[in-house]
Each structure stands twice: as C-alpha cells, then as structure tokens.
T-cell receptor, first 110, second 112 residues
Framework: KQEVTQIPAALSVPEGENLVLNCSFTDSAIYNLQWFRQDPGKGLTSLLLIQSSQREQTSGRLNASLDKSSGRSTLYIAASQPGDSATYLCAVRATNNLFFGTGTRLTVIP | DGGITQSPKYLFRKEGQNVTLSCEQNLNHDAMYWYRQDPGQGLRLIYYSQIVNDFQKGDIAEGYSVSREKKESFPLTVTSAQKNPTAFYLC???????????FGQGTRLTVV
C-alpha cells in the first residue's frame, strides 16, 4: 500500500527566507502528485499539481518538483512571508485514491 | 462563486444517533470523495463516487453510508455503527477520477 512521508513535521523560519518541504512515497506507480495548504480548522487549498510525466510545476513563489523513480517531491517556497504560515500536505494519486502525508507545519516569523 | 460547499461547519451528535453531512459542488465535476482527518494522521478515504448513482467504499467505510442521486450532491451519513466518529470531515471533487482534487471547508463532528 502506498505510504507518504513528509519531513520535517514542523519548521520555523524568519520572514524572507527560502525553504524546502520534502515528501516521499513508496510506490512510484502514480498518476500525479498534489501539494495542498491547510490553515487551522479549514479545508485544503490546492497549490500545485504535477502529472506523473512532469518534472516540476511553478506558481508564483512556489515551485514543486517530482522525481517519480526515487519516490520524492519537494515544494520550494521563495521569500517566505508570515501569510505562508500553515500546514502543507503532499498527496499522491494512485488507482482511485489520494494518499496523504501527515503534513509539515510551517511558521514564518516576522 | 464556483466551489464546494460543506454544511454544517460544526455538528454535534449524541450517542446512537445518525447524522448527515452535506456536500454540494457547482464545478460540474463527475467525481466526488469523502475523507476523514484525525490529529496526527493523514486524510483517509471513506467513500468515493465516479458518477451519479455509483459509489465505492474507501479504506474506512465501516459505519458510514453515502448516496449520489445528483451530480452536484454527495451527502455522507455517519451511522450509530461508527464507534469513533469525532473527527474533521472533508469533501472533495475532481473533474474525473484521477484529476486535480478540490476540497470544501470541512465539517467538524463531535460526539457528546
């Protein structure tokens, strides 16, 4: 069964710093990988979707990469801002299910 | 505004009661899903539906039931058979089964 791991579980950085969040998965047979943001008590907001045939996707200050053969993805956030503080979730699509990691809780300190 | 609407935001259930969580989408998506989120765990799939009048069990379907009578609506019933129902429930939809997923704002269910 697909297992998704996110490291670190929590991260605190000063405002303006660039940072990388990591996601690994055990089965490379995936359709796509999605990064989400979740604010406390709220639903998930889709940030980026990478198809299995793609290597990376960019949206504004966010860049996500995918190395399917090694089972890894990274989310790069440039010039972090206090408004980026949230939990970031990685999910891989396999068969009829999205398999989620437990997330990285990011705090950006002003 | 296009999106997914879940209601209510907060729900309290007494022991032995069934409760129904609402999920409506106006994105014209074929596929809809229900997930459960517990502290310290990843989201887990309860049920999904690829098309109207069809739905399939996910990883933790026991104690739950769904219906899909309309494309826009996918209500989830938490029955008295669900022994530990207190959790945050999230509804999602996607255009097709394996395309980008979009989520609602969630319903927090508490057993009192």
């Amino acid at each position: 069964k697909q297992e998704v791991t996110q490291i670190p579980a929590a991260l605190s950085v000063p405002e303006g710093e660039n940072l990388v969040l990591n996601c690994s998965f055990t089965d490379s047979a995936i359709y796509n990988l999605q990064w989400f943001r979740q604010d406390p008590g709220k639903g998930l907001t889709s940030l980026l979707l990478i198809q299995s045939s793609q290597r990376e996707q960019t949206s504004g200050r966010l860049n996500a990469s995918l190395d399917k053969s090694s089972g890894r993805s990274t989310l790069y956030i440039a010039a972090s801002q206090p408004g980026d503080s949230a939990t970031y979730l990685c999910a891989v699509r396999a068969t009829n299910n999205l398999f989620f990691g437990t997330g990285t809780r990011l705090t950006v300190i002003p | 505004d296009g999106g997914i609407t879940q209601s209510p935001k907060y729900l309290f259930r007494k022991e032995g009661q069934n409760v129904t969580l609402s999920c409506e989408q106006n994105l014209n998506h074929d596929a809809m899903y229900w997930y459960r989120q517990d502290p310290g765990q990843g989201l887990r799939l309860i049920y999904y539906s690829q098309i109207v009048n069809d739905f399939q069990k996910g990883d933790i379907a026991e104690g739950y039931s769904v219906s899909r009578e309309k494309k826009e609506s996918f209500p989830l019933t938490v029955t008295s058979a669900q022994k530990n129902p207190t959790a945050f429930y999230l509804c999602a939809s996607s255009a097709k089964l394996n395309t980008e997923a979009f989520f609602g704002q969630g319903t927090r269910l508490t057993v009192v």
